[in-house]
Antibody
Framework: EVQLLESGGGLVQPGGSLRLSCAASGFTFSSHAMNWVRQAPGKGLECVSAINAAGSGTYYADSVKGRFTISRDNSKHMMFLQMNSLRAEDTAVYYC??????????????WGQGSLVTVSS | EIVLTQSPGTLSLSPGERATLSCRASQSVSSTYLAWYQQKFGQAPRLLIYGASSRATGIPDRFSGSGSGTDFTLTISRLEPEDFAVYYCHQYGSSPRTFGQGTKVEIK
């Protein structure tokens, strides 16, 4: 059974940092792209960042470019999102999502339960 | 950026009826990289359709996807009580990857 478990969310002040983690199990982690998708309260979905299976290619939405860094550790079946210079508009539930394919151009076939990030003073 | 516009915003139907949801792209979606997701309140989205018409694992055959280029459709042939939810289309062939704003299917 595929499982994705996010952790690391919480309340942070504007300008602060957080690191989200996603622990994966139940599939060959090193064969699939991984993604972070966020959803602001009461809003739609936004693709924030993606990383290909090997970890050699990454994607960032313009809204987070230069502030967020995605990474993965295939030996530990883990993915990370380092979020710096956080803004109020980054407040959202952040979902870890497994790609159907190895490349970043993929749909997302399994999702975690989400981790809430709240940026507020 | 490819903008995805979903219509209608809300669809009010009864169980057993057919639902037809539309997703129109501002530019052609390359290689049919178009997916549909279902999201229920308080839950993560669930993949229904990818590649415009391929059903994801475990998705009932009452869900079907069609279309190409700029016009795509999700059809639910006979609504079951568990199908009332919000549906999003998603293009993943071009950067930035984008989602539509969602169509809510509610019980009439």
């Amino acid at each position: 059974e595929v499982q994705l478990l996010e952790s690391g969310g919480g309340l942070v002040q504007p300008g602060g940092s957080l690191r989200l983690s996603c622990a994966a199990s139940g599939f060959t982690f090193s064969s699939h792209a991984m993604n972070w998708v966020r959803q602001a309260p009461g809003k739609g979905l936004e693709c924030v960042s993606a990383i290909n299976a090997a970890g050699s290619g990454t994607y960032y939405a313009d809204s987070v470019k230069g502030r967020f860094t995605i990474s993965r550790d295939n030996s530990k079946h883990m993915m990370f999102l380092q979020m710096n210079s956080l803004r109020a508009e980054d407040t959202a539930v952040y979902y870890c999502a497994k790609g159907v394919e190895t490349s970043g151009y993929t749909a997302f076939d399994y999702w975690g339960q989400g981790s809430l990030v709240t940026v507020s003073s | 950026e490819i903008v995805l516009t979903q219509s209608p915003g809300t669809l009010s139907l009864s169980p057993g009826e057919r639902a037809t949801l539309s997703c129109r792209a501002s530019q052609s979606v390359s290689s049919t990289y178009l997916a549909w997701y279902q999201q229920k309140f308080g839950q993560a989205p669930r993949l229904l359709i990818y590649g415009a018409s391929s059903r994801a694992t475990g998705i009932p055959d009452r869900f079907s996807g069609s279309g190409s280029g700029t016009d795509f459709t999700l059809t639910i042939s006979r609504l079951e009580p568990e199908d009332f939810a919000v549906y999003y289309c998603h293009q993943y062939g071009s950067s930035p990857r984008t989602f539509g704003q969602g169509t809510k299917v509610e019980i009439k």
